[in-house]
């Protein structure tokens, strides 16, 4: 009877010892795990979201970068992680959907993590070199049907989203081209500019200045909706290519087991940093769309997360890409 009344004790310590650090939380700096080298997009986005946050938390959100692995490398030091709220890690379309279809990870993208919020979206635009003939995404398909031994598509790498974008657009075109390969997208807009490939599909971010200098040709945004920062260019389905959807999308979790007190807690932060005017701004001109309030919930995240993983899954493993 004793041991029963220690143990039951003892639970009720440990209880009621978590609801007390959760209902405190944070009484020291939150460490935000970055995937990839400080520059970058990622590393950005998370400095300007990871400052707003810690604003209304009242602490400080130090960014740790974590390299190697495309990525899995820091996205598995979030998974070991203690669950109390001090560590949780960015990541996005390449991390959690990617490289779960590509790589023998120590890790479940979705089961390990609890998610946190969606906090960008970052659709591609489909852009060629402006010796192309055509004028538009229909003419775009028809010219690259008629040559297709003769047609390149930069990419940066392989598993890159200009990659898979271009394999999905020949299973929904019926096309084939020869894929160039670069050590990221910097080099294949500097071919694309040169003449030197055809076309690519590149995140909006990095063509946009392009397609706005008149130095490149864009011809729709894969998404179901306009760019805010770039109003005039259709969408896929406008343009005629209905379903032609692929975006890298940024998100926010935290270990699984973190209490759901310091889950609200976090969850609260993202919203402030969301609605702050400097943030969006900023966001905006890194061609960031930012998601519709009713898409910053966890359950939003966990939805649009495994629709993703079972969407590009499919189409990774037939195409045997090997990073």
Do not use: C
């Not at 055509?134 to 047609?151: F, G, M, T, Y």
């Not at 271009?166 to 020869?178: D, K, N, P, R, S």
């Not at 966990?302 to 899954?313: F, G, I, M, V």
């Amino acid at each position: 009877m004793k041991r029963v009344f220690l143990a039951v004790a003892v639970a009720v310590g440990v209880s009621v010892s978590v609801a007390a650090q959760a209902q405190t939380y944070p009484v020291r700096p939150i460490t935000m795990v970055v995937p990839f080298a400080a520059g970058g997009p990622t590393d950005t986005i998370a400095r300007l979201v990871g400052q707003a946050m810690g604003m209304k938390l009242g602490q400080t959100v130090l960014i740790e970068n974590v390299t190697g692995a495309a990525g899995s490398i820091g996205v598995g030091r979030v998974a070991r992680a203690n669950p109390d709220g001090y560590t949780i890690g960015i990541g996005h379309w390449s991390t959690h959907v990617v490289n779960a279809a590509v790589y023998p990870l120590q890790y479940d993208v979705l089961k390990d993590f609890v998610p946190i919020s969606l906090i960008a979206n970052n659709p591609q635009l489909i852009v060629s070199k402006n010796a192309v003939p055509a004028k538009n995404l229909k003419e775009l398909i028809a010219w690259v049907k008629a040559n297709q031994d003769k047609v390149s598509e930069g990419t940066a790498g392989a598993g890159s989203a200009s990659h898979i974008g271009g394999i999905f657009f020949q299973q929904l075109t019926g096309t084939q081209f020869q894929f160039v390969p670069y050590r990221g997208t910097g080099p294949v807009m500097q071919d694309l500019l040169a003449g030197n490939i055809d076309l690519t599909f590149d995140q909006a971010a990095n063509s946009l200045p392009q397609v706005r200098a008149g130095q490149i040709r864009g011809y729709a945004v894969t998404a179901k909706t306009r760019l805010a920062a770039a109003p005039d260019i259709p969408t896929v389905d406008e343009a005629g290519l209905p379903g032609f959807y692929i975006a890298v999308w940024h998100g926010l979790w935290a270990p699984r087991g973190t209490p759901r007190e310091v889950m609200a807690k976090l969850l609260d932060a993202v919203h402030a940093a969301l609605s702050d005017p400097n943030v969006r701004k900023r966001l905006a001109e890194l061609g960031q769309d930012i998601p519709a309030p009713e898409q910053q919930t966890p359950e939003a995240l966990y939805a649009h997360h495994k629709a993703e993983l079972e969407k590009w899954t499919p189409i990774i493993k037939a195409a045997n890409i090997k990073l």
